[in-house]
Nanobody, 117 residues
Framework: QVQLVESGGGLVQPGGSLRLSCAVS????????MGWYRQAPGKERELVAT???????NYADSVKGRFTISRDNAKKMVYLQMNSLKSEDTAVYYC???????????WGQGTQVTVSP
C-alpha cells in the first residue's frame, strides 16, 4: 500500500503562484508514473500533469507554460509549481501514483487551491 499526502494549497490572487508538494510513503520505483489531477466543483476530475521516471512530462493544454511538475526520488516527493494562476485553476488538487505493474492507482486526500481577488 502507498500513501500520498499533499500540501501547499491555499488562497492566492490571480497571477500569483503556489507550489504543491506530494509526499510518497515508499520509494518511488522506476515504473511509477506520478501525476497531479484536479477537480473543480461540479466537474469531473481532470489530468493536470504527469512525470515518468525518466522525467518525461505531460501537461494539460490549459496549464502548459504555467505549471511545472517535478519529482525528487531521493526525498520521495513530487511537486507542482503553479505560476500565473487564474480563477479557473480553482479546484481540489490530487496527487496520483500509477503502478503499471499491478495496474493500480493511488490517490492522496487532495489539497484545495482557490484563486480569487
Amino acid at each position: 500500500q502507498v500513501q500520498l499526502v499533499e500540501s501547499g494549497g491555499g488562497l492566492v490572487q490571480p497571477g500569483g503562484s503556489l507550489r504543491l508538494s506530494c509526499a510518497v510513503s515508499r520509494t518511488i520505483l522506476s515504473y511509477y508514473v506520478m501525476g497531479w489531477y484536479r477537480q473543480a466543483p461540479g466537474k469531473e476530475r481532470e489530468l493536470v500533469a504527469t512525470i515518468t521516471s525518466s522525467d518525461t512530462t505531460n501537461y494539460a493544454d490549459s496549464v502548459k507554460g504555467r505549471f511545472t511538475i517535478s519529482r525528487d526520488n531521493a526525498k520521495k516527493m513530487v511537486y507542482l509549481q503553479m505560476n500565473s494562476l487564474k480563477s479557473e485553476d480553482t479546484a481540489v488538487y490530487y496527487c496520483n501514483l500509477k503502478d503499471g505493474i499491478i495496474r493500480t492507482d493511488y490517490w492522496g486526500q487532495g489539497t484545495q487551491v482557490t484563486v480569487s481577488p
